[in-house]
C-alpha cells in the first residue's frame, strides 16, 4: 500500500542526517587520534538503493580527506543489483577505493533463485560490472533445494564471468555460511575441501 510505502521511505535517513552523522564521528575520531585503516560502507540493507547514494557517498570521501587524509580507504559491500543506475556507478568509480561486489553465480537460472530476483539480474549486473574500474568479487557458495552454485556446470560458468572481468578484478573472496541456515533444507554450507578445489579454479 502507499501509506507502507511512504513508512519504509520514512526509515531511509536523509542525505542531511548522513552528512552530518559521518562527519560528526569522523571529527570525534581524529579528535581522539583513532583514525580508521579503512571504512566500509554495508549497512542493515542494500546500501546502493538510497537515493541520494551519489551524494552522500561524494561528502563521505571528502569527510575521509577532511579527517583522516587519503590512507582511510572506503570500502562498499554491494550485491551489484543496481549497478544499472549511472549515479551507482560514477558514485563506485569516483569514490571507493575497494568495492566489493556480489557475483557468485554461472548462470541466470542460478542466480534468479539465489536472489529471488528475474532471471535478467545477472545480465544486468554483468553489464554493470563492465563500468566498473575496478572491483572485488565476493561469492557465497551454498547447496539447497532453491539454489546450488557448486555444481561443474555452475563453477565453469562463473569462472568463465571471471575470466570476462580479468584486468578489473582486484581479487576474489570465496566463502560459506559461517553457521547453519534458519531452515537446512534451504542452504547448506560447502566444505572446506569444497572451497579449497573452487579457490584452486580461480
Avoid: M
Amino acid at each position: 500500500t502507499r501509506a507502507q510505502e511512504a513508512a519504509g521511505r520514512a526509515e531511509v535517513p536523509s542525505l542531511g542526517d548522513l552528512v552530518e552523522a559521518i562527519d560528526g564521528t569522523f571529527a570525534r575520531l581524529a579528535a581522539a587520534n583513532d583514525i580508521p585503516d579503512r571504512i566500509t560502507v554495508a549497512g542493515n540493507g542494500e546500501p546502493t538503493l538510497h537515493p541520494d547514494f551519489f551524494a552522500w557517498s561524494e561528502q563521505l570521501a571528502a569527510a575521509r580527506l577532511k579527517h583522516f587524509g587519503p590512507n582511510t580507504k572506503i570500502g562498499l559491500l554491494t550485491n551489484g543489483l543496481h549497478l544499472n543506475k549511472p549515479d551507482v556507478i560514477n558514485a563506485v568509480n569516483q569514490f571507493y577505493d575497494e568495492p566489493a561486489i556480489k557475483l557468485e553465480c554461472g548462470t541466470a537460472k542460478c542466480f534468479a533463485a539465489l536472489y529471488q530476483v528475474s532471471e535478467r539480474g545477472l545480465q544486468r549486473t554483468l553489464d554493470g560490472l563492465h563500468q566498473l574500474d575496478s572491483f572485488v568479487v565476493q561469492a557465497l557458495f551454498i547447496q539447497g533445494a532453491a539454489a546450488d552454485n557448486t555444481s561443474p556446470a555452475e563453477i565453469t560458468a562463473w569462472l568463465e564471468h571471471l575470466k570476462t572481468f580479468r584486468s578489473a578484478i582486484r581479487h576474489v573472496e570465496i566463502y560459506t555460511l559461517d553457521r547453519p541456515a534458519a531452515d537446512e533444507s534451504d542452504a547448506i554450507r560447502v566444505s572446506v575441501a569444497h572451497l579449497e578445489e573452487i579457490a584452486a579454479q580461480v
